[in-house]
């Protein structure tokens, strides 16, 4: 079974704080996404992955940044955090490769954060 | 630019009953396609993936199909369960994956 887990399931957070979102995967995927889900904006890409210390800007890039040292590992940083990032981040990877790849994403449980 | 649509946004419907949610998207060009169940508050579980060159997969009460000609994806599940209740997401595959915003499903006893 492919394990895809996040280092918080709640956070809180004071505007202007850095803050660190942990990602794990143990099924050696090369591919690792962030998303966030907003009510009504459904889910949008923020960063990913295709290998160890390379990234890719999504739709949303503005305000984070990543950091992938190792191949299990995907970080997200939001550099000084403010209360428009309060949402719901979800981690996903999936295995092989370049962006047409067929492949199933799986997601971890998501990192609910609050930034007050 | 690619856009996905779910019908019904929302279904409540009483359990046994077999129902029928559906995913729409407006550019064919896929490598596949993917539906996920969600529970409030938690991340989004795989169900089941169709590749552009398939017609349908199954998995237990859930089948799947996929016409990429006209855009469109079904989930059926057979003799829903109030276990079933959760959001439905379907997601398409181009350079990166596009999701509907779902259908909330509520089956009642």
């Known amino acids: 079974d492919v394990k895809v887990t996040q280092s918080s399931r709640y ?3 004071r505007t202007g704080e850095k803050v ?3 990602c794990v995967q143990d099924m050696d995927h090369e591919n690792m996404f962030w998303y966030r889900q907003d009510p009504g904006l459904g889910l949008r890409l923020i960063y990913f992955s295709y290998d160890v ?3 890719e800007k999504g739709d949303i890039p503005e305000g984070y940044s990543v950091s992938r040292e190792k191949k299990e590992r995907f970080s997200l940083i939001l550099e000084s955090a403010s209360t428009n990032q309060t949402s719901m ?3 996903a990877s999936s295995s092989s490769g370049l962006a047409g790849s067929g492949n199933e994403q ?7 954060l609050t930034v007050t | 630019k690619q856009e996905v649509t779910q019908i019904p946004a929302a279904l409540s419907v009483p359990e046994g009953e077999n129902l ?11 490598y596949n396609l993917q539906w996920f169940r969600q529970d409030p508050g938690k991340g989004l579980t795989s169900l089941l993936l169709i590749q552009s060159s398939q017609r349908e997969q199954t998995s237990g009460r859930l089948n799947a199909s996929l016409d990429k000609s006209s855009g469109r994806s079904t989930l059926y599940i057979a003799a829903s369960q109030p276990g079933d209740s959760a959001t439905y997401l379907c997601a398409v595959k181009a350079d ?3 999701f509907g915003t779902g259908t909330r499903l509520q089956v009642f006893p």
């Open chain 1, 11 to 13: 956070l809180v957070k």
């Open chain 1, 53 to 55: 210390k390379m990234k």
């Open chain 1, 106 to 112: 799986y997601f971890g449980p998501g990192t609910r």
């Open chain 1, 89 to 91: 981040y979800l981690c």
């Open chain 2, 96 to 98: 990166k994956l596009i």
């Open chain 1, 20 to 22: 660190f979102l942990e």
């Open chain 2, 20 to 30: 029928v949610l559906n995913c729409s998207f407006t550019d064919s060009a896929i």
